[in-house]
């Protein structure tokens, strides 16, 4: 190209001065002067300057103008992105007599990175160490070296506004290759060379090239700064980037291939102790915007990025060492060991990600292979350009390299193409020659020694920006507007007199107020009289005060509120009186009552001793919790009107619970209405907006409206204790609406929290080791389960997820277990077995999709489970875990031969596993084979080790034992059921069992007990009745009765036994 065409960018570099200058020299006058370096050239120096000794100061104040000039303007960016301008101080001894002219001596030098121009600097000022140009030092001290203060500038801004904002800075960092091949050696006279290819701009593609990678030892420590990719005249430290430094991160965080479990043995050898060949190096590109989409849809096309490695003579890395055509170079140097590292550049597609790091494999390069995999024409191979721009000894150099690979290779044909290089743009192979490349024999030593090199990239702006966190909160606002936390009252008769306390001590306050105004001067004189008789006087005057100012009516009026709520709450008056008579006794009892109370708050807001602070009222979780169990229980009973009462119970009492809400819009997905669970869902997100369950339910249930799904999504994401199975319910989301970028993505997030979970987990498991080696007990420490997603309890057995159990146990209700089934049954899930506590090179024992299986299970959103378990299919290898969440969605969907199918297969894998006999008697119970179902419990029972949800298996198996008339066996199962978790219909059981076999003590106590638990049970009433008649109680059974027909007892079988039983003793009816 004509040097007219080339594009120039004018450089202005001032030099103020260098101090801490320490001469070579004390008994002359030294002069000095700084050569001004970029590329390979000298572009122009100072002028020389005396130093001055005393103050170690050499003052320049020069400036020099040069252009940095590149075919064109693209190129001449990309120049100054990755090549510094090196600063070089020299000094100048005077000559002697018989010399012709000044000596000089380097004292060293400086790079300084014009990076910051193309960010949008107008100018880079500074002040760097001026090291020497001897080795690179891992440990140096710059305090002690000179310091050179300039500014670079260039003569118009690089770039605009619109393009700073638009444009990215792309770097390529390659740290070491490791496991290299046996036979490599330090000093071996060989380097190696990395290139890529990196798009610039629309139609302009950069080889991105770091050579000088060096075989080294484990001894032998990297500098703790990354090199230049193009160190130019740079020598020594002058060849690190200022600033950069290197930066590891953990191997499972890592996005490359060698990140998993079972590659951290292989990787800690290969990178202690054994020999790898280090670049340490970093290159940088400025990509314009139309090079940020062209960039973006090559990797969202192909997916995977060439990375190419290969090795050439130490002196052919040289300026002109290849060429020359002397003695002891008459053949040209050829590359080998040419392979190729597929790069999976998909994560730079993830919104906001910025950074990629990993791990990578190197394969022999084999140009069919490599165009299969990128998606790139054949022949488009770096491999020439990067050693163009290495300069090694210009084309015939190549073409002769090419044609000694010829001889052992296997031929692919190769057309020609066009790069731009270092800053140079060359057409390779413009003589349209047929070429051929292909896997050369020493390439397969990288597959044999398994060789991976290391790569980082990074960007200054991701390709795909991130919705912040605020912008999100805000988008949630938008649709579910946050609502203020209700106010907490706590109701009766103690909180009325605690409102009137209060109040009296206000307005004591008041009036205290009031005394000091009217005495106050008295007061601090020290001149009250203390008589009966002044002390009277004195409460005159303050009373006439208060009535004269209005202050006694407004008193009066602020204590009259609470007064009113005292007579309603406390003394439960609502209505008029009958007579004046009754009227007079009321209002003396309620004066009695609120001038002792009066005297009680006066004497706490009085005292002067100190007074225990009273302890807060005990928490309402464990009734709250015993209040879920009831309706989880009716809920699985088919009694859904009665769990929608309880849950209901639930909002009455804590209305501004986010939990509460949630677990009634998973009831509400469990009776089919939708839009019930949806404003439930939405009502939780409206209390707490980070609460992550309510955002990911009311994602799912909002699942058509694609853009409030994907927003509420991604705001679950934001919340600080975000699980497994928040990502991978996101990555389902993104696979249904065919995102598949962002699906990998939301997958590998949740896997790499899974991982994270499970080290977690075996440190704690170690840690509990320890202690129980070093502190005899005498109990086993049993490690705790890991939670499956945040603000979830993890055992699953404290939380009584309980089965369909039929209402009536009686031996008459054997044909009632055979009616139908409501529409759609509660079905009891498992809890997800915890990962195994595994060691560091061990894999974690569950993969997230089955633990998200089980959570979306749980909630009721059975479709969404079943796309969890398709994964979990494909990606991961069956277990018994698999079949029995794949049963419990079969049992939901109440297709109930493919469950016990499914769990058939489960039993394939664990004859022995509890759950799995647990859910096989769940399916025969509901398709009414009692005798399948009944042996399937015994054999759960008789396990060691306990399933799930044990509560569930001794309500049926209980159940089993009524309905075939073994009542002591129903009697020993049902009380281990009250045991575990006392309900009303635990101990209704006992009741039934114990009134069957004749022991009527016994029944009515277990009656009582399940009446104190739930007063509002008709069959409780109607038992008690029974057993009142039988005890011939009179009253107390014609009482129990008329309960059991006020709370609309309906079991016909039962009224009819009542009956007959009060015609044979002839009471307990009140109608007869």
């Known amino acids: 190209m004509a040097t007219d065409d080339a594009y120039t960018v004018p450089f202005t570099v001032s030099i103020s001065r260098c101090t801490n200058f320490k001469p070579s020299r004390q008994d002359v006058q030294m002069t000095s002067f700084v050569r001004v370096e970029f590329g390979s050239r000298t572009q122009s120096e100072t002028g020389r300057v005396p130093l001055v000794a005393a103050e170690k100061t050499a003052q320049y104040d020069a400036q020099i103008t040069f252009a940095v000039s590149a075919p064109t303007r ?34 060293g030098q400086a790079s300084v990175d014009l990076l910051p121009l193309l960010r949008g600097q107008s100018i880079v000022t500074g002040s760097q160490a001026v090291f020497p140009t001897g080795s690179v030092e891992i440990d140096f001290a710059s305090d002690s070296l000179p310091q050179i203060e300039y500014s670079v500038a260039p003569s118009s801004p690089l770039l605009s506004d619109v ?11 390659i740290d070491s290759m490791y496991s290299i091949p046996d036979g490599w050696a330090p000093g071996g006279g060989y380097t190696f060379t990395v290139s890529l290819p990196v798009p610039i701009a629309k139609a302009t593609e950069a080889t991105v090239v770091l050579p000088q990678g060096q075989v080294k030892v484990p001894s032998d420590r990297d500098p703790p700064m990354r090199r230049w990719s193009y160190v130019g005249t740079a020598q020594g430290m002058s060849q690190l980037i200022q600033g950069s430094e290197v930066r590891s991160i953990p191997y499972e965080d890592e996005d490359g291939d060698f990140k998993s479990v079972r590659h951290v043995a292989f990787r800690r050898e290969a990178e202690r102790s054994r020999p790898r060949v280090a670049w340490n190096s970093e290159r940088r590109c400025r990509l314009d915007a139309n090079a940020c989409a062209t960039f973006q849809s090559l990797i969202a096309k192909s997916r995977v990025w060439p990375v190419e490695i290969f090795r050439l003579p130490a002196a052919a890395t040289q300026p002109g060492g290849g060429g020359g055509g002397g ?42 292979e490599v165009s299969e995999k990128t998606k790139r024409s054949l022949g488009t191979s770096t491999l020439d350009v990067a050693m163009r721009s290495i300069s090694v000894a210009g084309t015939r150099s190549i073409a002769s390299a090419r044609g000694n690979r010829k001889k052992s290779a296997i031929l692919t044909p190769k057309p020609s193409s066009t790069f731009i290089g270092t800053g140079t743009q060359a057409e390779v192979g413009t003589e349209a020659i047929p070429e051929f490349v292909a896997a050369s024999v020493d390439s397969r030593a990288y597959v044999e020694s398994k060789t991976y090199v290391v790569v980082e990239i990074s960007m200054d702006r991701p390709f795909v920006e991130k919705r912040s966190t605020e912008s999100l909160a805000r988008m949630v606002r938008d649709v579910v507007p946050p609502r203020a936390a209700f106010p907490k009252r706590i109701g009766g008769a103690d909180a009325a007199v605690g409102d009137f306390h209060r109040e009296i001590a206000r307005v004591a306050s008041h009036v205290l107020d009031e005394f000091r105004c009217a005495f106050g001067e008295k007061l601090s004189q020290n001149e009250l009289a203390l008589s009966s008789e002044a002390a009277a006087h004195r409460r005159k005057q303050l009373v006439y005060h208060l009535n004269t100012s209005g202050k006694y009516h407004l008193f009066k009026e602020q204590l009259k509120r609470v007064v009113v709520n005292v007579v309603r709450e406390k003394f439960a008056h609502k209505k008029s009186f009958r007579d004046a008579t009754s009227r007079r006794a009321f209002l003396g009892q309620l004066y009695v009552f609120l001038v002792d109370e009066m005297h009680r708050s006066l004497a706490k807001t009085f005292t002067v001793d100190s007074i225990a602070a009273v302890p807060a009222p005990a928490s309402p979780v464990d009734d709250d919790a015993v209040i879920k169990h009831f309706a989880r229980e009716a809920e699985v009973n088919f009694n859904y009107e009665l769990a929608s009462r309880f849950y209901q119970e639930r909002l009455a009492r804590d209305v501004g619970n986010a939990d509460h809400w949630v677990d009634y819009g998973r009831f509400a997905l469990l009776i089919g209405d939708r839009a019930k669970a949806a404003e439930c869902f939405r009502e939780a997100v409206s209390l707490d907006q980070r609460h992550a369950v309510a955002l990911l339910m009311y994602a799912i249930v909002a699942a058509d409206r694609n853009d409030v799904a994907e927003t509420f999504l991604e705001s ?30 939301a997958f590998i997030e949740a896997r790499r929290a899974n991982a994270g979970r499970a080290r977690a987990a075996a440190a704690a498991a170690r840690r509990r080791r320890l202690e129980r080696d070093d502190v005899s007990t005498e109990t086993e420490v049993i490690p705790p389960p890991v939670e499956i997603f945040p603000d979830q309890p993890a055992d699953r057995k404290s939380s009584t997820t309980l089965a369909a159990v039929p209402r009536g146990l009686t031996a008459s209700n054997v044909s009632a277990a055979k009616s139908p089934l409501p529409a759609q049954p509660s079905i009891v899930v498992p809890s997800s077995p915890p990962p195994e506590i595994v060691d560091e090179e061990e894999e974690t024992g569950e993969s997230i999709f089955l633990q998200a299986a089980y959570f979306l299970l749980e909630m009721q959103a059975t479709d969404w489970a079943a796309k969890a378990l398709e994964h979990e299919f494909i990606d991961a290898s069956t277990s018994a875990s698999y079949y029995i969440a794949l049963a419990c969605v079969n049992m939901q969907r109440k297709l109930y031969d493919q469950a016990r199918g499914n769990l058939t297969e489960a039993l394939v894998y664990d004859y022995q596993n509890p759950d799995t006999w647990a859910q096989l008697g769940h399916v025969e119970y509901l398709t009414g084979n009692r005798e399948e179902a009944k042996a399937a419990y015994e054999r759960v029972l008789d396990f060691i080790s306990e399933a799930s949800d044990m509560h569930t298996v001794y309500l049926r198996l209980g159940s089993l034992y009524i309905q075939e008339e073994q009542y002591e066996g129903a009697k020993h199962t049902f009380l281990l059921a009250c045991k575990r978790s006392p309900t009303a219909f635990s101990w209704l059981g006992v009741g039934i069992a114990c009134y069957r076999m004749g022991d009527l003590s016994e029944a009515e106590d277990a009656l009582c007990e399940a009446n104190i638990l739930n007063n509002a049970d008709p069959e409780v009433w109607g038992y008690l009745a029974m057993v009142c008649l039988r005890s011939g109680r009179k009253v107390e059974a014609e009482q129990a009765y008329k309960y059991a027909l006020k709370v609309n007892l309906c079991d016909e079988k039962l009224l009819e036994e009542i009956g007959r039983l009060q015609d044979e003793v002839g009471f307990g009816d009140p109608a007869k």
């Open 327 to 368: 003695s002891k170079q008459k053949e040209d140097p050829m590359p080998t060991y040419h392979g190729i590292a597929y790069v999976n550049l998909t994560p730079l597609l993830y919104p906001g990600a910025t950074r990629l790091r990993g791990a990578y494999p190197i394969q022999p390069y084999i140009d069919s």
């Open 74 to 107: 693209y190129a001449a960016l990309d120049e100054i992105a990755h090549k510094p301008i090196v600063l070089t101080i020299v000094e100048c001894v005077p000559k002697d007599k018989k010399a012709k002219e000044d000596k000089t001596n380097v004292v």
């Open 163 to 173: 393009e700073i904002k638009e444009g990215n800075v792309f770097s390529v960092r």
């Open 716 to 745: 679950a994401t934001t919340v600080d204790d975000v699980g497994v199975v928040t990502w991978t319910i996101v990555g389902l989301y993104y696979e249904m609406t065919h995102d598949d970028v962002r699906a990998e993505m």
